[in-house]
């Protein structure tokens, strides 16, 4: 049996909610479905079905480790890795990665955002139960590929050549955020998915591809490489992550290394990063309107998203396509076409 | 000297500045205007300039005695009269009348709402001053009518007809709200007063008009003549005030009585009784948007009434000729245009 490593990433900052998320609680802290769960919850709830807790891990930053005690109690505290200082995805996953090749040089590392939203749970498990297969035999740098419904220009693509195997396609090319047109030709072509940012290999694989393209990153990790998980790790990380640089894994590995390779999912995924977004999963009312609308009266108004406390009394009429959200601290009354610009007006920075 | 009581009508019940104002808080007890005082508050120091306290009076339901007692400490509390029941404001003044009388049966009594707004409060007390002179030394009953500043179909009116002297006019007819077009003409004509509940009187005198106009009234609260003011009064209050009927004191005699009079007087009133009529005198920014906006951010955003909750952060964007009202326990979001509905719309009946 492959020794599986799921590795959560939690520490993000995001405040692309505001005001229901904030940089003291990003969005995977919060329930932006109105389940009761929040996407930190919901991401590990779905690993739980196949994967024991003792070999799930959250990476996250400091600040953020009570709230993953608070929302994980039955996690080891153990397996809450820390990054102390705030450099992006490639020295938090080289990091984590150098603890779990401590740990078992075999193990294979599934690494996934905790903020994204996945409807199709059976075929995103199974997709990754294709892809760790694939990287325990092999030098592999897997991602997983979604399989593109709309032409989106809020993603970034993969392109992908040849089959490698039934499953498995070989990455070409990452590509930017594409304008309309552009978006629709990849669409079109069928030669590209949609980057969702899950990642699956060996931890020794990711490991030599980070010595060969991020040597900086690796050097720091591997003159620690005796302290892993013993009592003077932290003190280690503490003096020496922050001089890692400020870099994403996609940028100081995946799109350098030729062995990258992806997986077609189609397992309903959403990353949930704009309003928008989250309102085309939500489920609606016969006027279009989405949110928490149970003591929400809303007269003349249509395909609103509507987020308010479960306590508060709601009276709102002749609005449409906007989005409303009230928190204990905060009130937004906003165009849903123009959320790009909400981050600007709230002087989010 | 003449002695003079104010009697402060302070028991309605209204909830038409919802959801600021509530039955369990309504209108007079709250800041509608953002002066960090409440209208209740404001109408006692207006009358704190000229009148000593001991002869402020106020006239409640018990839901609200201790609202009364909170926001005027230094009132004697023998000084708040209690209706024991809802029954209009013609058992309620009776029963105060009465009260006043046992106290002092020389007095003037001057009877005024409490959630009303007076923007020239010289002129005010100069009014009720010559309305007090003129009642003391006759059998009169006196209102003060507001010189209309436009055809106001909000509003009651009073048609003058002779003058009794330089300021005081004999009241010919009382008026409902007009239409449109009545309202455009009762203006044109000259003859014609807002009606602003506000009335002067000797306590003799309109003891003596309820003998003859409402005397099932009367007969209530002459019954209990020699307990006014004494341990057994609270007793027989409570036993006999509701079966008082349900009427305004408008309706029991001052459209019968042929010995009302009215003072001309322009004292920058509004009855503040629509969110419309309270933006019209609040401070606007440049765009016409009024309310407390030091932590607002209004974006394309025009004359709007924007009232929330101090420490909360608000931004508002695409929204013209709106109410936005935001309490701990609700948020209204309506057009201007239709706040007839709100009450409607909230289930508030």
Same mark, same amino acid.
């Given at each position: ?10 520490g ?11 940089e ?5 802290f919060i329930?932006? #479905?109105?389940?009761g769960?929040s &996407?930190?919850?919901? +991401? ?5 079905r196949?994967?024991s807790?003792e070999?799930?891990y959250?990476?996250?930053n400091r =600040? !953020?480790?009570? &709230?993953?005690?608070e929302q994980?109690?039955? #996690?080891?505290?153990? $397996?809450i890795f820390?990054?102390?200082s ?5 020295? =938090?996953?080289?990091y984590a ?8 040089r ?5 690494v996934v ?11 995103? #498990?199974?997709s990754?139960?294709? %892809?760790i297969n694939f990287a325990f ?5 897997l991602?997983l590929?979604?399989?593109? +419904? ?9 392109? !992908?050549?040849?089959s490698m195997?039934e499953?498995v ?12 047109e #552009? ?11 949609w $980057?969702a ?7 020794? +694989?990711?490991?030599e591809? @980070?010595?060969?393209?991020a040597?900086?990153?690796y050097?720091?990790?591997s003159?620690? %490489?005796?302290l ?5 790790e932290k003190e280690?990380i503490n &003096?020496?992550?922050?001089? =890692?640089?400020?870099?994403?894994i ?8 030729d062995?990258v390779y992806?997986?077609? %999912? ?5 990353? &949930?990063? +704009?309003w928008?977004?989250l309102?085309?999963v939500l489920?609606?009312?016969? $006027?279009g ?11 003349d108004s249509?395909d ?6 479960d306590?508060k ?5 002749? @609005?449409?396509?906007?989005i409303?959200?009230d928190?204990? !601290? ?13 981050r600007?007006?709230?002087? @989010?920075?």
């Amino acid at each position: 049996m492959i020794k599986t490593k799921i590795l959560i990433m939690a520490g993000g900052v995001g405040s692309r909610f505001w005001p229901q998320s904030t940089e003291q609680r990003p969005k995977q802290f919060i329930d932006v #479905l109105g389940v009761g769960k929040s &996407l930190l919850q919901m +991401t590990v709830e779905r690993f739980v079905r196949e994967y024991s807790l003792e070999d799930i891990y959250i990476l996250t930053n400091r =600040c !953020y480790f009570e &709230l993953v005690e608070e929302q994980l109690p039955q #996690l080891p505290s153990s $397996n809450i890795f820390i990054e102390p200082s705030r450099n992006n995805t490639a020295p =938090c996953i080289a990091y984590a990665s150098f603890k779990i090749f401590a740990e078992d040089r075999d193990s294979v590392m599934v690494v996934v955002p905790s903020d994204h939203l996945i409807l199709k749970e059976e075929e995103y #498990l199974d997709s990754v139960k294709a %892809a760790i297969n694939f990287a325990f035999t092999r030098e592999a740098i897997l991602t997983l590929g979604i399989t593109p +419904t709309r032409p989106e220009t809020g993603y970034g693509y993969i392109r !992908y050549s040849s089959s490698m195997s039934e499953e498995v396609l070989k990455v070409n090319e990452f590509l930017e955020k594409p304008k309309l047109e #552009l978006a629709k030709a990849y669409l079109a072509s069928g030669k590209y998915l949609w $980057n969702a940012g899950m990642f699956i290999w060996r931890s020794s +694989t990711i490991i030599e591809a @980070l010595k060969i393209h991020a040597p900086d990153i690796y050097e720091i990790f591997s003159a620690g %490489a005796g302290l892993y998980n013993s009592e003077d790790e932290k003190e280690y990380i503490n &003096l020496n992550y922050e001089k =890692c640089p400020n870099i994403s894994i996609d940028y100081a590995v995946l799109e350098k290394a030729d062995n990258v390779y992806t997986i077609k %999912a189609d397992i309903g995924w959403s990353d &949930l990063g +704009t309003w928008g977004s989250l309102s085309q999963v939500l489920p609606k009312d016969a $006027n279009g309107n989405a949110g928490n609308l149970s003591n929400v009266i809303l007269v003349d108004s249509r395909d609103n998203l509507v987020r308010v406390q479960d306590n508060k009394k709601v009276l709102v009429r002749g @609005l449409n396509d906007y989005i409303v959200v009230d928190t204990s !601290y905060a009130l937004l009354i906003y165009p849903k076409k123009h959320e790009q610009e909400i981050r600007v007006h709230a002087n @989010l920075g």
